[in-house]
Nanobody
Framework: VQLVESGGGLVQPGGSLRLSCAASGFTFSNYAMGWARQVSGKGLEWVSG???????DYADSVKGRFTISRDNAKNTVYLQMNSLTPEDTALYYC????????????????WGKGTLVTVSS
């Protein structure tokens, strides 16, 4: 299993970024996918997940601002992040679920190396 995140960078408060996670080495469409983030010196925070059937879920801290989606033809999961604030600054990780119907951190078993998002003026 390989997961490669991209799309991070420096953005001003109120701005937007779209993260991508290219997956390989497994049958992508069969598994839930998720995003989590980690602020330097703090624990991992679950952000969002998409089930194999396309249903989505979000942490309260990002609900209404972030949108997760998946493209099974491209084996890619996306995280569209809008209205970014400095509190969103973190290293963002993509992960696979252990099944198609569980999207939370305790059900993730393969992780990418992360992409850094910095929100600052």
């Amino acid at each position: 299993v390989q997961l490669v995140e991209s799309g991070g960078g420096l953005v001003q408060p109120g701005g937007s970024l779209r993260l991508s996670c290219a997956a390989s080495g497994f049958t992508f469409s069969n598994y839930a996918m998720g995003w989590a983030r980690q602020v330097s010196g703090k624990g991992l925070e679950w952000v969002s997940g998409v089930y194999s059937d396309g249903r989505t879920d979000y942490a309260d801290s990002v609900k209404g601002r972030f949108t997760i989606s998946r493209d099974n033809a491209k084996n890619t999961v996306y995280l569209q992040m809008n209205s970014l604030t400095p509190e969103d600054t973190a290293l963002y990780y993509c992960a696979t679920g252990v099944s198609g119907d569980y999207v939370y951190i305790d059900g993730m078993d393969h992780w990418g190396k992360g992409t850094l998002v910095t929100v600052s003026s």
